[in-house]
């Protein structure tokens, strides 16, 4: 690396301090968002992450009655891993059930219970209150949605 690329590395560093960086308030923004999301949920007995899990695989049993965790992960974008004991947990706690797939023997289907159905309902509702007054804020919701989904989606 020459003289010249150092120094101009050195100055940009220099003029990122965190409260201007993207990436850093992105960060924070999410951790506080986050806390706040599992602070509300926690009044039906879930965490943010136990919430997403159960509310992909309540949209995926919509167009699917035979849901595998392996597409609630890739729906979520969540790591099979981490899904398989988030379902664990889920199940212990009588939310989902999971059973033998028809054709697949190395999969598992996952289905929501009348608990897990219920507590789902709940959920959104705390997460819909949650999410209304975390963002409120902002000052054009509906441009801060697509500009998340142009990042996501590219």
């Known amino acids: 690396m020459n003289k010249t690329t150092q120094e101009t590395m050195d100055k940009n560093i220099k003029l990122q301090e ?11 923004t999410t951790m506080l968002w986050q806390k706040q999301m ?3 949920l926690s009044k039906v007995g879930l965490t943010h992450t136990q919430f997403v899990i159960l ?27 981490m899904v398989s004991k988030i379902l664990r947990t ?4 009588t939310l989902v059930d999971r ?16 608990k897990g159905k219920d507590t789902l309902k709940e959920a959104f509702k705390i997460k819909l209150q949650s999410n209304s007054k975390f ?16 990042i996501i989606n590219n």
Request: net charge positive; hydrophobic share 30%.
């Open 99 to 114: 059973k033998e797939h028809k054709t697949d023997t190395r999969a598992k289907c996952v289905f929501l219970t009348s």
């Open 38 to 40: 599992n602070n509300a």
């Open 18 to 28: 965190p409260n201007n960086n993207i990436g850093y308030l992105l960060w924070q």
């Open 135 to 150: 963002f409120s804020n902002l000052p054009d919701q509906e441009r801060f949605i697509n500009d998340l989904k142009h």
């Open 55 to 81: 509310a992909s695989l309540g949209w995926l049993l919509k167009k699917s009655t035979n849901v595998t965790q392996k597409e609630i992960a890739d729906f979520s974008k969540t790591d099979s891993m």
């Open 90 to 93: 889920l199940q212990k706690n």
